[in-house]
């Protein structure tokens, strides 16, 4: 299961970074377009001197050839309407998007797990998915909006030696903080006292930091190598715990 939503987020993050790179070269052909225009409004007559036919199709300014190109482009924009709108809101707030994902995403990872190991007459844990939920959205989304940010701001490069030193920062600063957070909240809100919290974090520590291990640092080579940094957080969970 956790191989699955890894891929999950790895495939989230290329088509939101295809997204935001269709989203830049629409906007450049725009302003070119616009570009032309003012050009031909103001030297009209130096324009009317090219030579060559002006069928509709090859005329750079035809209504036709604008129309086509319209029609033709609009299932794109309509594939990529929901994507837009979402990295328009990473660009106005950033911190509210990026919490609101990662409380749907440890929402779903949740309920995909409750799904995968609930009994023929099991019932689902509603208060363990709002657990998961809030975590999501009140620690985990704003603490990694801050960690990213603060990577970029001390290791703005890409190049692999910056990459390697902010996956080893993740792997030894930020990941067993998150991680000592997650058992320490969870084992809270289910009630345990301060000396069974404290032997939950001797036993499953460990073993998660050695399984995280595995796979956490590849897909943050690709998070911090081709990522921007505006995409990392709702994305490329450093230390997401593998046993809820």
Known sequence: MGGNFIRNVCGYETRLCVAYVDQI????????K???WRAYARFPSQ???IKGPRTSSSHPWSFSSSTSSSSSSSPSYSKAGFVGWYL???ESRPLITKSISSCLIYTAADLTSQMITLP???SFDTVRTLRMAAYGLLILGPSQHLWFNFLSKVLPKRDLL???KKIIMGQTIYGPAITTIFFSYN?????ESGQEIVARLKRDLLPTFKSGVLFWPICDFFTFKFVPVHLQVRNSPLSLPLWF
């Open 25 to 32: 070269t629409a906007e450049a052909q725009s302003l070119t």
């Open 34 to 36: 616009h570009q032309h």
């Open 47 to 49: 324009f009317s001197k």
């Open 88 to 90: 328009s809101k990473l």
């Open 120 to 122: 023929p007459l099991g």
């Open 162 to 164: 910056t990459t390697l």
């Open 187 to 191: 084992a809270g809100l289910q009630g």
